[in-house]
């Protein structure tokens, strides 16, 4: 049972253009969602957080949106550079439970070609 | 760099062999987590430590796992008789503010 789905494993854009990476949740109790990007052979690099009592964070070119209805939350890099060539996980957390353990997806490759 | 290290970077060794790991949180932060990570999915939660004590353990932990974080400062992972399904990457992560901060991570090949 995957609580936390990036159904697409890869996604390819052009340098300078939108990338948008979805991720779905089933558990009513994450209330908080993290982003991580990761190379290989390195660990995940947290990029941005959304509280569920927000709809929408940013920072610098990367902004998340979260539809709490929809159990779906979006990350938008604009302008996307080769440099962001990498994975991209999603997670998420009850932050009203004790261990604020992450429940991730299983990753969205993202290629930014020059 | 997140400040939090792990050693070594890269293990293999021959199935039934012991392997130990060890992670160096951000010194601040008390509480400290074990992921696991396996070609094509995402990290999968194993243990984690609030300062010396280990709160809670995921299923994926059989009994030839073993976690300590001794004195609430660095920890150890540590596989017993490892077989080839233990091949992974584990990784270490510090947690401050409902964020965690992941390390490099131990890459494990088990021939």
């Known amino acids: 049972d995957q609580q936390v789905k990036q159904n697409s494993p890869s996604l390819s854009v052009q340098e300078g253009r939108i990338s948008i990476l979805n991720c779905d949740y089933t558990?009513?109790?994450?209330?908080?969602f993290l982003w991580y990007k990761k190379y290989p052979a390195e660990g995940p690099t947290f990029l941005i957080s959304i509280s569920s009592i927000k709809d929408k964070n940013e920072d610098g070119r990367f902004t998340v949106f979260l539809n709490k209805s929809a159990k779906h939350l979006s990350l938008h890099i604009v302008p996307s550079q080769p440099g962001d060539s990498a994975v991209y996980f999603c997670?998420?957390?009850?932050?009203?439970?004790?261990?604020?353990?992450?429940?991730f997806g299983k990753g969205t490759l993202l290629t930014v070609n020059p | 760099d997140t400040g939090v290290s792990q050693d070594p970077r890269h293990k293999i060794t021959k199935r039934g062999q012991n392997v130990t790991f060890r992670c160096d949180p951000i010194?601040?932060?008390?509480?400290l987590y074990w992921y696991r990570q396996t070609l094509g999915q995402g990290p999968e939660f194993l243990t984690y430590?609030?300062?010396?004590?280990?709160?809670?353990k995921s299923r994926l932990l059989s009994d030839r796992f073993s976690a300590e974080r001794p004195k609430g400062s660095f920890s150890t992972l540590e596989i017993q008789r490892t077989e080839q399904g233990d091949s992974a990457m584990y990784l270490c992560a510090s947690w401050i503010q409902e964020t965690q901060y992941f390390g490099p991570g131990t890459r494990l090949l088990v021939l």
């Open positions: 997670a998420a957390e009850n932050s009203g439970g004790s261990n604020y353990k992450l429940t």
């Open positions: 430590f609030q300062n010396e004590a280990q709160l809670e």
């Open positions: 558990n009513s109790m994450f209330d908080y």
């Open positions: 010194s601040e932060h008390n509480r």
